[in-house]
């Protein structure tokens, strides 16, 4: 049996896996605001607690971890979201737990768990793309994640599709996920409606699923969704007239938008004149592991 680690933004999730990918236990913990000026401590107090006291009760062979941001070797280079860098994390582990150690980005992760027990299981060359606040993803050929030697590679977000557009957080301009990513699509949402940045996923939800002509908003709301979708099918076109992955998984939040979005977005993929190879069908679908998919992923490798 393994561990799997999955460190988000907000949360640290610990899981034992067994080698069918399933999770036989598991702990988590939020990360409270005030803890974000001690993070290193409590990451890595949580973590040598609770793996020495999964190990006393399981055969442990290996652990893996789920970072959110850039890996390069076994360092985590840089983390936005923890507000990290050049954290050595695993040879400070790695002295208190006598385990063996792997660490990947998390979309990486999620994108392996998906293709190996997830929405991807049945096929050989996949494409994988994360929909959140930014946009990660990660490339599998023959049942390995692309090689892109001593840099990470798969940065899907970062990709151009608009020459001299929005800035992106990376410093460059006109990046997919300063267009596709969900984060923009319910900030746009929040504007044409005018309603508060708090206002959740759940709500917005339910405004598109909702709109119809009758409403004031209509067009608004339309010409923001219809916005979205030719983005981001201009994104995901361009990696498919690349790759030509047998299917395509979407994760992160746009799991929970399936309904209103998925659909949609099949349609302008099939329909756009984007495709290089024309096709009837295109194998698109989303998630189906939620939030296990870091854990189960961190421990494949
Ligand atoms: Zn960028």
Redesign the pocket.
């Known amino acids: 049996m393994k561990i799997g680690i999955d460190l988000g933004g907000s949360h640290i999730a610990i899981g034992v896996v067994n080698n069918l990918g399933r999770i036989q236990e598991k702990i988590e913990k939020r990360i409270l605001p005030k803890e974000k000026n001690n993070i290193k401590n409590v990451i890595e107090e949580y973590i040598i607690t609770n793996v020495k006291n999964f190990t006393s009760k399981y055969q442990i062979t290996e652990l893996g971890m789920a970072v959110p941001g850039t890996i390069e070797g076994k360092k985590i280079k840089r983390s936005v979201n923890l507000n990290l860098e050049n954290y050595n994390l695993v040879e400070i582990l790695e002295e208190k737990l006598e385990l063996p150690i792997i660490i990947k980005n998390d979309a990486k992760c999620a994108a392996i768990a998906e293709h190996k027990y997830g929405c991807l299981k049945d096929y050989d060359r996949t494409l994988f793309l994360t929909l959140g606040t930014g946009i990660g993803g990660a490339v599998i050929i023959n049942n390995k994640l692309l090689d892109t030697g001593e840099y990470p590679g798969c940065?899907i977000?970062?990709m151009i599709i608009e020459k001299d557009g929005i800035e992106?957080?990376?410093?460059?301009k006109g990046?997919?996920?300063?267009y596709a990513s969900m984060k923009t699509l319910k900030n746009n949402l929040r504007k044409v409606l005018n309603v508060s940045e708090k206002t959740r996923g759940e709500e917005l939800f339910e405004i598109i699923r909702n709109n119809s002509k009758e409403n004031p908003n209509y067009e608004e709301i339309e010409k923001i969704i219809k916005e979205y979708i030719t983005n981001l099918s201009i994104g995901i076109t361009n990696l498919v007239n690349i790759f030509e992955p047998e299917a395509v998984g979407i994760g992160g939040s746009f799991v929970f938008f399936e309904e209103v979005l998925l659909q949609r977005l099949k349609n302008e993929i099939l329909n756009s004149n984007l495709l290089f190879n024309k096709r009837e069908e295109f194998n698109i679908r989303t998630a189906i592991l939620g939030n296990d998919a870091g854990i189960i992923g961190a421990t494949i490798n």
């Open positions: 940065e977000g970062h992106c957080n990376c410093g460059k990046c997919f996920e300063k």
